[in-house]
């Protein structure tokens, strides 16, 4: 059984390490982000960690999932939820295919930076809850980290725009291996 984890957020711009803990494996990393003074990170749900790859010292997730929180200093609460897969075709990752695929719907796309990587983005609003009554807004990122060998998919989701589209800002800053 996996615990996830989150280092709580410090002054200024605070690193955090998105890591899922083991006592036969380990830990594990999916990613690490930054965020700014004020904000706090922590799990949410359990993670799911199925293979990993050690590069440049740390254990790196490949196949998993880990979500959670991120609360501003506002108040504003977003959901980050990272899934790591090593993908069957080796072929490379093209991310304007990618959102070619995923554009339907959605109010914004394109392709930007994330760790020297190429990374498709989708803006939409989606139906979430029990009864799909909610309205909230979804940022969807993809890459391939050729580094790792594994495609990584990070959806953030909040009631506020802004508070989204800042956090996909944030993002470009991610160390995936």
């Known amino acids: 059984m996996f615990l996830a984890s989150a280092i709580f957020c410090m002054p200024v711009r605070a690193h955090v390490d998105l890591d899922a803990k083991n006592i036969i494996l380990g830990t594990v990393r999916f990613v690490s982000i930054s965020v700014p003074e004020g904000w706090r990170v922590f799990p949410l749900r359990m993670v799911e960690v199925e293979t990993s790859k050690e590069s440049g010292g740390i254990t790196w997730a490949t196949n998993g999932h880990i979500t959670v929180g ?101 993002l470009q800053e991610l160390s995936c291996h």
């Open 70 to 170: 991120v609360i501003s200093d506002d108040g504003g609460e977003v959901l980050l939820k990272v899934s790591a897969s090593e993908p069957v075709i080796r072929r490379g990752f093209d991310p304007w295919r990618w959102v070619e695929k995923m554009t339907r719907k959605s109010e914004d796309h394109g392709v930007m930076r994330v760790n020297g990587h190429d990374c498709g983005y989708v803006l939409r609003r989606v139906r979430e809850g029990l009864f799909k009554r909610g309205l909230l807004w979804e940022v969807i990122l993809c890459f391939f980290c050729d580094v790792t060998g594994r495609k990584l998919e990070i959806k953030i989701l909040g009631r506020n725009k802004d508070e989204v589209l800042f956090l996909k800002d944030l």
